[in-house]
């Protein structure tokens, strides 16, 4: 199995592509955030390909725990996108949602393996 047949690489990239678009109707002055969401999320397929290459469980394990902190990290900046006003709740909640799952389903494929 490679690491781009997998649910929680795919689900990744559906978050890539989520934040993208929620990058995209970010108002002027708030690069801070558009910077924060680009690399968090982009920092979960990555690490987790990375970490898929890996031959020892540590190694693998030391990348699975990096994607799956930004998971939350993307989650924690959909929240401030919100306390701000500049993200619809539909959005807020398909994208905490999709963070949610996809940290869950990297805390199960680490106990596999």
Do not use: W
Not at 23 to 44: H, T
Not at 71 to 78: I, K, L, M, N, Q
Not at 95 to 111: N, P
């Amino acid at each position: 199995m490679r690491h781009d047949d997998t649910r929680i690489y795919r689900r990744a990239l559906e978050l890539v592509r989520l934040t993208a678009q929620v990058i995209e109707e970010l108002p002027v002055g708030y690069a801070f955030l558009v910077d924060q969401l680009k690399r968090a999320s982009s920092s979960i397929p990555l690490n987790f390909g990375e970490g898929f290459s890996k031959k020892s469980k540590r190694e693998q394990h030391h990348y699975f725990r990096i994607a799956r902190a930004s998971a939350y990290e993307v989650s924690s900046a959909f929240d401030v996108a919100d306390c701000f006003g500049v993200i619809s709740q539909a959005k807020l909640v398909k994208g905490k949602d999709l963070c949610d799952h996809i940290a869950a389903m990297i805390t199960r494929f680490m106990v596999r393996t």
